[in-house]
Nanobody, 119 residues
Framework: QVQFVESGGGLVQPGGSLTLSCAAS????????MGWYRQAPGEQRELVAL?????????IDSVKGRFTISISRDNDKKTVYLQMNSLKPEDTAVYYC???????????WGQGTQVTVSS
């Protein structure tokens, strides 16, 4: 069973920055893409940013120019990051990392980390 360690969430003022990170407990083979979703209270979970194994990135319109997704490799295990700048109150949500792997494109999920943007 793969587990994920997410970190970097917290409380920040509008205009501030946070960096989320997500690392798997063991190597995952045949990763197709890694990404970040978020879910605000009463809302559906939405894909915020995605990066493919080929390095192609995709963002929802509301975070373009403010968020950056990236991947680093350490000891054969990849870590996915989400750099979030110019944060807005509407960015407040629980953020979940997501890894898609294998021929079946299986979805792995992190446990979620709370991001609250408030003055």
């Amino acid at each position: 069973q793969v587990q994920f360690v997410e970190s970097g969430g917290g409380l920040v003022q509008p205009g501030g920055s946070l960096t989320l990170s997500c690392a798997a407990s063991r190597r995952i083979f045949s990763i197709n893409a890694m990404g970040w979703y978020r879910q605000a209270p009463g809302e559906q979970r939405e894909l915020v940013a995605l990066i493919t194994s080929g390095g192609i990135t995709n963002y929802i319109d509301s975070v373009k120019g403010r968020f950056t997704i990236s991947i680093s490799r350490d000891n054969d295990k990849k870590t996915v990051y989400l750099q979030m700048n110019s944060l807005k109150p509407e960015d407040t949500a629980v953020y979940y990392c997501n890894v898609r792997a294998g021929v079946a494109n299986y979805y792995y999920w992190g446990q979620g980390t709370q991001v609250t943007v408030s003055s």
